[in-house]
């Protein structure tokens, strides 16, 4: 492997419908696992519209590529010049070359470049396989690694972390494996595969292998085996034959290492007296720590930005409340008129005045909405940054300290550590760093005066749960990184980091949505008017 050139692959399309345009391609030679030169990144002007949703996520406008894009087939000129013939590799290799790539060279008459390499998803799939639940996004992966962030969405940044990927994380695995010549790779991705947990049905999330012992499941992969639906059939013969295969190494313990930096496992006291304690049982325990402390910090982060969003918003909703609160006022009436008038003609004048009513009613609730709505703008704020991080370092203590899971066996004092757990969390979503305070200060006391309990700090964690808790764990850290990445791949958080660090953005996006929204007012004023002149004629006449 040492010796064989390839290149990996990114683009950035103007979407995922067909015809699907490149806007930026990139590419990285590879000699082995290693970069070698300089690596190849163009923008591609193809004089195509960009959809809203695209542009949020990869940041280009019709505008940006008309401005510094290049035409196509000189970009592609270059680009097989720069690949010289050498297998493709892509992180979804079905999409970039299948889906994006294949088209549009044929759309443009070039023929294909390259030869078809081997795909680095499937590779991770493979790789990781149970771990990480079954997500292998490449930015939830260089999060849940603590790779570098290389450009979240850009082309060449997702190629630089396929790098990181594949040296830091997948390359050991496949060391391993005995996998580290071409063809071996080759074979590997490309052989049917099916993930070790079960991704649907009534046994989903059930390790496969568990039908060793479990009679149910055994049956339950025989039906699926029989089943008429092609792939299905597949999927139970796969499972069947691999049934008692041997697993080389744990995808957890694989993962925890690499995933969290634990520290050595330490079995002696502070004289240095050896004590007696099961290897496993304490090795789970540090995972199940180090993984809650990940999970503590990823909330945080979510937190710390999502009440930085809200605030913007709040700021926003502030400036433009009268305008948004007159639209939806007249675009009520209007509803109304036309439900009454719809009325007046089909049961007459009675059965109208009681639509009247209801607008009203409707009315008093939509501005009540708004006064409530108002109201919680005002409680919105961006935390500074010294209380950002004191919120994240409190959160993260309490959270080790008195997290419930602590307590599997004893359901009572399990029971009084869910309670504080719970105050804890909602400090942490409202920001309220006073009572995340008084909860480190003295989380006893704050337990008697809030719910007349006290706090037991016993252990009794068992390996077989401890297990299954960092199992949980694990899944919430993928699912607050998933959570973290819609963040800030949201319209909202674009606007927030466009207003940073420029005061006048904000006013300055209120002017442009107020000449917007006193738009639509004129307009259904002028509906408005139609609507009444047609019912003064009804009723008048």
Not at 170 to 190: N, S
Not at 264 to 281: N, R, W
Not at 289 to 295: D, I, K, P, Q, S
Not at 406 to 425: E, G, K
Request: glycine share 4%; net charge negative.
């Amino acid at each position: 492997m040492n010796n064989t050139s390839w290149i990996l692959l990114d683009t950035e399309t103007n979407g995922l419908v067909a015809p699907i345009y490149v806007v930026e391609l990139a590419a990285q030679r590879m000699l082995g696992w290693e970069a070698v030169g300089e690596p190849f990144r163009r923008l591609l002007n193809q004089n195509v519209d960009i959809p809203p949703e695209a542009s949020r996520v990869n940041g280009y406008t019709r505008e940006i590529l008309e401005r510094d894009g290049e035409p196509a087939l000189a970009v592609y000129a270059d680009f097989a010049r720069y690949v010289d013939g050498l297998p493709l590799v892509s992180y979804n290799l079905a999409y970039d070359l299948d889906k994006v790539l294949l088209p549009e060279w044929a759309r443009l008459g070039i023929t294909p470049i390259g030869t078809r390499g081997f795909c680095a998803l499937e590779l991770a799939r493979r790789l990781l396989d149970p771990v990480p639940a079954g997500n292998c996004k490449l930015q939830t992966l260089r999060q849940f690694y603590r790779l570098p962030e290389r450009g979240a969405h850009t082309g060449l940044g997702d190629v630089m972390t396929v790098v990181d990927l594949l040296a830091q994380v997948l390359r050991p695995r496949l060391l391993k494996r005995g996998l580290d010549d071409w063809a071996a790779l080759l074979a590997f991705t490309e052989t049917p595969w099916f993930p070790q947990r079960l991704a649907f049905g009534k046994f989903k999330g059930r390790d496969f292998r568990d039908a060793r012992t479990d009679v149910d499941l055994h049956q339950w992969l025989i039906w699926l085996a029989e089943s008429s639906n092609a792939r299905s059939a597949a999927m139970g013969r796969w499972y069947l034959a691999h049934l008692n295969e041997e697993v080389e190494l744990a995808a957890s313990e694989a993962v925890v290492t690499t995933a969290f930096d634990l520290p050595p496992l330490v079995l002696s006291d502070e004289t240095g007296v050896v004590l007696f304690a099961h290897p496993e049982l304490q090795a789970v325990r540090q995972w199940v720590t180090a993984a809650r402390e990940r999970l503590a910090g990823i909330e945080a982060e979510y937190t710390e930005e999502h009440m930085a969003v809200q605030a913007m918003q709040a700021t926003l909703f502030g400036l433009l409340r009268a305008h948004y609160q007159e639209r939806d006022r007249k675009k009520l009436m209007l509803s109304y008129r036309e439900k009454y008038l719809e009325t007046l003609l089909k049961a007459g004048r009675d059965e109208a005045r009681a639509v009247a009513q209801e607008y009203q009613q409707a009315q008093a609730q939509a501005d009540a909405e708004y006064e409530q709505a108002a109201a919680e703008a005002k409680t919105r704020r961006e935390l500074s940054e010294d209380e950002a991080r004191e919120l994240t370092t409190l959160y993260r203590k309490l959270v080790r300290l008195f997290h419930p899971d602590r307590h599997v066996q004893d359901p009572a004092r399990q029971a009084v550590y869910q309670q504080l757990t719970q105050a804890i969390n909602q400090a942490k979503d409202e920001g309220n760093i006073e009572r995340l305070r008084e909860i480190a200060q003295d989380p006893d006391a704050f337990m008697l005066r809030q719910y007349g309990r006290s706090l037991d700090f016993s252990d009794a964690a068992e390996l077989v749960q401890t297990h299954r808790l960092f199992d949980a764990l694990q899944h919430n850290v993928m699912e607050m990184l998933e959570a973290l990445d819609d963040l800030r791949a949201s319209a909202e958080y674009e606007l927030y980091q466009l207003s940073r660090g420029n005061p006048q953005f904000i006013p300055e996006l209120a002017e442009e949505y107020q000449r917007a929204l006193g738009e639509e007012i004129a307009r259904l004023d002028t509906q408005l008017a139609a609507v009444g002149l047609e019912i003064a004629a009804l009723t008048h006449g």
